[in-house]
């Protein structure tokens, strides 16, 4: 109920009053009074809350200038850390690379060298070989030649009836085998 007897007593102080009856008319007063406001109310603005607005954008403006600038380092530090990586990866594919390599030929020169040790050992061994054969066929054939000797001498003991002097009996014979052998 307050309310409408404030708007009553206001229409009736309007009805009462000299002021403008049309919006274009203009009241000097009114005029004065509103840029009176507006430029007290500016200062008031000006000088207690544009400073601290003012000083919160450039302290903005600055930690993000500062932020961005820590994002450009970061940025660059992990570029150079990748192509680091990138570097040391392929440091070390060619390593191994070359440690594969070297592997495959020492495996080779080793796979030669077993066989060419394993061909020297086969030919010394048939190289003993052949010389113990040569050896024990010498042997045989010395043997073969006593026992020969040794049969022909009883044979002719039996023949002649008698007893030769055995040394000199055996002499003959092995000239006259050797004799016989290198004719053939």
């Known amino acids: 109920m307050t309310m409408l007897r404030l708007l009553a007593l ?14 274009f008319e203009v009241n000097f007063g009114l005029f004065f009074w509103t840029w009176l406001v507006f430029g007290a109310l500016l200062w008031v603005l000006w000088k207690f809350a544009w400073p601290p607005l003012v000083q919160a954008t450039v ?19 992990a570029q150079a850390l990748l192509e680091e990586h990138k570097r040391l990866l392929e440091e070390s594919r060619s390593k191994a690379h070359a440690m594969i390599t070297e592997a ?15 061909r020297q050992e086969q030919e010394e061994l048939l190289a003993r070989a052949v010389r113990d054969i040569a050896g024990e066929k010498e042997r045989a054939l010395e043997e073969l030649r006593r026992e020969a000797v040794d049969l022909s001498l009883a044979a002719a003991s039996k023949l002649l009836n008698q007893r030769l002097d055995s040394e000199t009996d055996r002499k003959i014979v092995q000239e006259y085998l050797a004799s016989l052998g290198s004719h053939h």
């Open 104 to 118: 495959k030929t020492f495996v080779e020169k080793e796979r030669a060298a077993a066989l060419e040790k394993t």
């Open 10 to 23: 206001v229409q009736e102080a309007g009805g009462h009053a000299a002021g403008p009856v049309s919006p």
């Open 59 to 77: 302290e903005r403006e600055k930690r993000i200038e500062a932020q961005l600038a820590e994002a450009e380092r970061r940025n660059q530090e």
